[in-house]
């Protein structure tokens, strides 16, 4: 790790000019994902702008009755806060499936957006990686790719996203609140993290500079019938092979409305609309959650080692899909 | 007297363990203290076309680099037992083997700067085309590891033949079956901290299972007399088979240590240990059996074949234990090896059984398939009275007994016997079992026992407590044979200044070291002229002396080798598949084992324990692997290499039977290390066959195989 | 004693004299010696006057007391532990969050603290492992750990004993888990269940795999009966020794 100053920036006004007129530097929330990547050399900030300090800590209802969260709210205050626990259940389950109790206590909502990929060759300096410097190459396409992506990829990038909260969001239709130097603005989540492209490099659409400050979920009514389903090499502290949250909206055998998304399957979370679409009007059984999950992969392309994640997300989908129908729990 | 074998007591080294005080080696504070950090191989084959330090040296903080430009001074040593773990001596020549090979070491006054310049050395490599994929590699004939005395026999043996034995058979499989790589990751990392007193002496600081072949090793290296050398290593956190000979890292510090007459502290980071620090060879295995109706083995051919490294011949010795566990009057066991560019593959938890028993012990279930025989009566059927390379009697072998205990307390009676018959709501329920066994070694010990004024005892030996609970053995064999309470028991472990007790290694610590410590106290109390230690505390006082003290030494006797010793045990677990989404878990578990005497009926168990949790690792989730293009690792680290959590583990029952095996040792007591992994990965894989009716072949069993 | 020697821990001292007596002849004035004695850390400011370029005087709040200390902002709250104050009892697993060995509890919060830079932590309540016992008696969870053999080479055991503290907490304040069945409903300590254990304590990896045990500490901390950690012996005619 490079030393580097360190600032405690006074407001997020302050952050953010500190950070647009240093582009080196990095901010830091929990910093379980920086410090990590900095102990690797992955990247190398003249100074962190630690931000943890900030009141960004609240989570509020907002007047349209769904809540908006500070980006320093942390995943276990998140997940335990009751409103979410209520009405956005599979966003509670979605946080508590990842990492650890340790890690969650001192993460936070803006940095577990902002984590960057485990791709084990984006991980070490010692391969080349597009994402890390662009126009190296990537060496995963071609080397051990079992963890990687199998929908959105590009020649440049195989890597995927591996936030859990991510796929609840994108799920729930959630909006960001970022502040720049101009001021804020708001960026929905399903624009927020991008696909690799010929920018692997870029792994959202913030710019230099700006802060994270909220995230607001809209009230989605059928919230309840959540499910976040998450396939690991390990019963636990693992990252997703393939996740799912799912949530659907059944009124006497009809679907009235369904959110599919997908975790660990693409350079973003991955929300599955077309698939979605199909089941609106359809019933609520086996096979239309059959035919939802072959849509919902049907553009999935498999490289050497990751094939069987195209099957097993579509199980996982019918899972998902499956207890949500019964009014959603645990999958 | 008082009895204390074969109860349950806690560790004696419990206090300091849970209140964080307990010092391992690197964390001993030394004034003066600098960092090391190493540098390493990022290419797998090839050689070092140029170094560059300058910037690294022009780090803050920064004291030397060295490189295999200014190589400290390094003897090679005499090839005593094993020797080194690898060959090559650290920074021998430009040569590299393997990605991951130590190419340098930055030496700092602190560890950020350290690691920081070590980042600096820049490196241009001529690279050759590695080969670390292991069905692509050349096979030949494996060599013998220590030869024919010591259980890891040559891997070729034949007796009858196999051939016409097989052709008239009832019932004939043939399979192959398949392990990664796997690494022992001890939590503990490999660290270590030399300190050179003066040209002539330094102390090492260091976690081994080996105290007195560290010392002598490290001397020889360093060209400097036995004495020259301290070893110091009161606790070491976990190692598995990977921290009884000097690594390279370790002997590059110590011989660093001198050219800058500091105190340097090196340790290994997580991911350098992946290359850097051993693993257990992957392995392939092909196991044909062939028996009669009623189940009798006919014959049993059993190949295997495995890597290893350009630094180390090291064959993991998988068909060792065949001979071992069934009878049959043919059999052909041949092993081959092929080199890759990987780091040194080592001795591993049950080093051979380990993956041999998952092939074996799979393949006799797929026999009890064929002929409609319950599994754990097709192994009592074919139990052998003799180890049948050796041609000896096995002493105090309680085999049967493992195996029906085991499906007493585990209800396998109410097994169906059908695949895919057992339901649980949605999931599938599958029950599996399989043998255990692994060779009871033993090799000589000294100890040395002083009773002192105030009513204590003190037992003094090189040995080391890796978690195994060798303090508290040590202790209760004490305590008992002197007639004292444990808490009166004060035991010293892990230091090269203390009597030879040997090494922690192939599950041989106990037996080898109790024997020595019972005589020692024997020795003691005759001294002291007393039957017991509270006489002999009273004579003390009387006579004024400060102490009793007498030093004995026990050794495996003649008569021993009239037998072939061999731990045994069964396995029996259940699984639950959630078919749909791959999901797998172990959800019960009862082992049966017989070591002879058990010592401490608390730690026994923990090591029982252990070695099943770590052989379920094997079987679910294990693996390392290397990018195949460049030869560097993917898998390298805790995050990547995953091994068992809390949320993986069922509790695991286990249960001893047996008498004391007084032909092996005055205290009966065989080792309790290794055997409890053997046989595990088999009986996972039995149990998903009943589960799901499909046969896994290949370890680990991840979600991608069950789909 | 040299002025090396003054230098090192009590602890260390007294394994030195302890072992350089033990090289003195039988009959011999042997003093006894205390080989477990409990640990004294450095407790003076460890910070000189004199920072160094690069370095910036923090002042942490470890176990009730305050420490000086300079340390670059680069540098760990678990390199400063270990390095800096010879708190070594937070162990260095992975220094990469993914064991759990570091584990200590800031705030009343377990963490890692391989993965949160020193200078973060001033003005917060750093409790390590170091500081759950008192002089004469260990933490409840520490003897649930020695009594049912949570551990076996100890590395990984202070992380566990840590955050088991503090999951007996989060039980207390109500806290959920991913397998907690009803996400409104989280459990209490007389109902805490074995599946909730696990999954809560899977940060804590241990390879030796205590795991068992582990779980028996906490259910024993959180006053429920566990299983015994011993295992049945069956048949075994003990024999006297000798
Ligand atoms: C072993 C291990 C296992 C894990 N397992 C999982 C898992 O299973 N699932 C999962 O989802 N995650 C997992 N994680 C990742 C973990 O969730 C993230 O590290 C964490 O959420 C990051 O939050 P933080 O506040 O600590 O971020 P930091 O480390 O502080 O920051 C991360 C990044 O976000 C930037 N950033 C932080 N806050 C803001 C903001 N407000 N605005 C803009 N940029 C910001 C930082 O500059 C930095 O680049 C795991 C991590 C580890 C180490
Ligand atoms: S050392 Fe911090 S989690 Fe492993
Ligand atoms: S006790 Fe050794 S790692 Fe847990």
Redesign the interface.
């Known amino acids: 790790m490079k030393n580097f100053a360190y600032v405690r920036p006074n407001s997020v006004e302050d952050a953010v000019s500190r950070a647009t007129s240093d582009r080196d530097a990095l901010f830091i929330a929990g910093g379980t994902n920086l410090v990590d990547r900095l102990k690797v050399f992955l990247d190398e900030p003249s100074q962190l702008l630690d931000v943890s300090r900030l009141a960004m800590k609240q989570i509020a209802t907002t007047n349209e009755g769904g809540l908006k969260i500070g980006a320093l709210v942390t995943n276990t205050a998140l997940a335990n806060n009751i409103d979410v626990r209520n009405n956005y259940p599979l966003l509670s389950r979605a946080i508590l499936a990842g990492a650890s109790q340790q890690i969650r206590n001192m993460a936070t909502v803006g940095g577990n957006l902002m984590q960057r990929t485990r791709c084990p060759y984006y991980y070490d300096t010692a391969f080349p990686c597009n994402k890390r410097q662009p126009d190296t190459g990537c060496p995963a396409a071609t080397g051990i790719n079992r963890i990687h992506a199998i929908l959105g990829s590009s020649d440049r990038c195989v890597a995927v996203n591996p936030s859990d909260m991510s796929v609840a969001m994108v799920a729930l239709d959630a909006t960001l609140e970022v502040q720049g130097v101009e001021g804020k603005r708001e960026i929905p989540f399903v624009d927020f993290h991008r696909l690799p492209g010929n920018t692997p490099e870029r792994d959202t659409n913030l710019e230099p500079g700006e802060l994270i400050t909220a995230v607001i979920l809209p009230p989605v009514s059928f919230a309840q019938s959540g499910v976040y389903l998450k396939l690991r090499d390990r019963a636990s502290y693992a990252f997703a092979l393939v996740s799912v949250a799912t949530a659907l909206e059944v009124s006497g055998e009809q679907i009235k409305n369904a959110r599919i998304a997908l975790g660990g399957v693409a350079h973003k979370p991955w929300r599955a609309t077309e698939a979605e679409e199909f089941l609106i009007g359809k019933a609520a059984n086996k096979s239309n959650f059959e035919q939802a999950a072959e849509i919902a992969l049907k553009d999935a392309q498999a490289l050497a080692h990751n094939g069987f994640k195209i099957e097993l997300s579509k199980r996982a989908i019918r899972r998902a899909l499956a207890v949500s129908a019964q009014g959603g729990g645990e999958a | 007297?008082n009895?204390i074998?074969?109860t349950?007591v806690?560790?004696k080294?419990?206090?300091?363990?849970?209140?964080?005080?307990?010092?391992?080696g690197a964390?001993?504070?030394i004034?003066g203290l600098v960092h090391g950090y190493l540098v390493t191989a990022?290419i797998a084959n090839g050689r070092i076309h140029n170094i560059d330090t300058k910037e690294a040296e022009d780090n803050?903080g920064v004291i030397a680099v060295f490189t295999h430009r200014n190589q400290p001074k390094i003897f090679q040593p005499s090839n005593g037992f094993f020797g080194l773990y690898e060959s090559r001596l650290p920074l021998a020549d430009d040569l590299i083997h393997y990605?991951g090979q130590i190419v340098g070491l930055v030496v700092a006054n602190?560890?950020?700067r350290a690691?920081?310049a070590a980042?600096l050395v820049k490196v241009q490599y001529q690279t050759e085309q590695p080969q670390v994929e292991a069905q692509k590699a050349t096979y030949q004939k494996a060599p013998s590891l220590f030869g024919e005395d010591f259980e890891f026999q040559e891997g070729t043996f034949e007796t009858g033949d196999f051939s016409i034995a097989s052709s008239d058979a009832a019932a004939k499989t043939e399979a192959t079956y398949t392990t990664e790589i796997e690494i022992?990751?001890?939590?503990?990392?490999h660290a270590l901290v030399a300190h050179w007193e003066n040209q002539d002496s330094v102390t090492v600081y260091e976690p081994t299972q080996w105290v007195k072949g560290s010392q002598r090793t490290y001397a020889e290296l360093l060209g400097i007399p036995v004495e020259g050398v301290r070893i110091i290593s009161?606790?070491?956190?976990?190692a598995?088979g990977s921290k009884a000979f000097p690594w390279p890292h370790g002997i590059l510090c110590v011989a660093a240590a001198r050219e800058i007459q500091r105190p340097l502290k090196v340790?290994v980071?997580?991911?350098q240990m992946t290359a850097n620090t051993g693993h257990r060879s992957q392995t392939e295995q092909t196991m044909r059996l062939a028996a009669n109706k009623d189940g009798k083995l006919k014959a049993i051919e059993h190949t295997a074949k495995t890597c290893t490294s350009p630094v180390k011949n090291f064959p993991e010795p998988c068909t060792g234990i065949t001979p071992v566990l069934y009878a049959t009057p043919n059999m052909r066991l041949k092993q081959e090896i092929a080199v890759l560019n990987v780091g040194a593959p080592t001795f591993m938890r049950a080093p051979g059984e380990n993956p041999g028993m998952f092939a074996l012990e799979s393949a006799m279930d797929e026999l009890a398939w064929e002929l409609n025989i319950d599994p754990v009566e097709l192994r009592l059927r074919n139990e052998t009275k003799e180890h049948q390379r050796k041609k000896l009697p096995f002493s105090a072998k309680h085999f049967a007994?493992c195996l029906k205990?085991g499906a007493e307390k585990f209800g396998w009676s109410q097994r169906q016997m059908q695949p895919r018959s057992q339901k649980q709501g949605d999931l599938l329920v599958g029950w599996g079992m399989a043998s255990s066994a692994f060779p009871a070694l033993r090799s000589s010990a000294e100890a040395q026992v002083?009773l002192?004024p105030?009513g204590?005892a003190?037992v003094?030996t090189s040995a080391n407590d890796?978690?195994?609970?060798a303090y508290t053995v040590v202790a209760m064999?004490a305590a008992?044979?002197l007639g004292l309470p444990v808490a009166k028991v004060?035991?010293?472990l892990g230091?090269s200044?203390?009597p030879n007790g040997g090494m922690a290694g192939g599950s041989q610590m106990t037996a080898t070291l109790t024997p020595a410590v019972?005589a020692a106290c024997?020795k003691v109390l005759e001294t002291a002229n007393a039957q017991n230690a509270p006489e002999a505390f009273a004579n003390l006082r009387e006579s004024g002396?400060?102490?009793?003290?007498a030093t004995a030494s026990s050794a495996p006797s003649e008569e021993s080798k009239k037998f072939a010793f061999n731990s045994w045990g069964a396995h029996f677990c259940e699984v639950t598949v959630d078919e749909?989404?791959?999901?797998l878990?172990v959800t019960r578990w009862v082992s049966v084992i017989n070591i002879g005497?058990?010592l401490n009926?608390?730690?026994?168990?923990?090591?029982?324990?252990?070695?099943?949790?770590?052989g379920i690792g094997q079987a679910l989730?294990e693996e390392c692997?290397?990018?195949?293009?460049?030869g560097?690792p993917?898998?390298?680290?805790?995050?990547?290499y995953?091994?068992?959590?809390?949320?993986?583990?069922p509790?695991?029952e286990?249960?001893?039977?047996?008498?004391?095996d007084f032909n092996f040792n005055p205290?009966?007591v065989r080792g309790v290390g290794e055997i409890g992994i053997t046989g595990v990965s088999a009986a996972v894989s039995n149990a998903v066959y009943h589960a799901t009716g499909k046969r896994i072949r290949s370890l680990p069993i991840?979600?991608?195989k069950l789909? | 004693m040299s002025n090396e020697e003054k230098k090192l821990s009590p602890k260390q001292r007294s394994r030195r004299n302890f072992l350089g007596q033990s090289l003195t002849a039988a009959g011999a004035a042997i003093a006894a010696p205390s080989l477990l004695n409990s640990c004294q850390n450095k407790t003076a400011d460890s910070a000189s006057n004199d920072l160094v370029e690069g370095e910036t005087m923090i002042r942490l709040k470890i176990n009730g007391e305050f420490q000086k200390l300079n340390v670059e902002p680069r540098v760990t709250l678990l390199d400063a532990l270990r390095e800096q104050l010879g708190l070594t009892g937070s162990k260095k697993g992975c220094d990469h969050g993914q064991c759990g060995a570091c584990t200590v509890i800031i705030d009343g919060e377990r963490v890692y603290s391989c993965l949160t830079l020193a200078v973060m932590q001033e003005d917060k309540e750093i409790t390590t492992i170091e500081g759950l016992a008192t002089e004469d008696n260990l933490h409840p969870v520490q003897m649930a750990f020695l009594d049912n053999d949570g551990f076996q080479c100890g590395y990984c055991t202070p992380g566990q004993i840590c955050a088991s503290v503090a999951l007996l907490d989060e039980i207390k304040n109500g806290s959920v888990s991913y397998v907690t069945p009803d996400l409104t409903s989280p459990p209490e300590l007389a109902s805490l269940s074995e599946t909730e254990i696990k999954e809560r304590m899977s940060g804590n990896l241990c390879r030796c795999s205590a795991y068992n045990g582990i779980v028996a500490a906490v259910q024993q901390a959180a006053g429920q009966t566990p299983p015994s950690p011993a295992a049945s012996i069956e048949n075994q005619q003990v024999e006297e020794v000798s």
Do not use: C, W
């Open positions: 007297m009895q074998i074969g349950s806690s560790r080294d419990g206090r300091v363990k849970v209140t964080g005080e307990a010092t391992y964390e001993h504070q004034p990022t803050p990605a602190t560890l950020e690691r920081d980042h022992h990751a001890p939590m503990e990392p009161p606790y070491i956190g976990g598995f340790v980071s997580r991911r007994e205990t002083r002192l105030d204590t003190h003094l890796m978690g195994t609970g064999t008992e044979t004060k035991v010293e230091d200044v203390l019972l024997q002396r400060a102490a009793y003290e749909e989404i791959a999901r878990r005497r058990v009926s608390k730690t026994a168990a923990s090591q029982i324990r252990g070695a099943v949790i770590m989730m692997h290397f990018d195949p293009n460049t560097y993917v898998v390298y680290d805790l995050a990547t995953h091994y068992p959590a809390h949320a993986d583990i509790r695991i286990v249960n001893f039977v047996g008498e004391p205290m009966g991840t979600p991608d789909l």
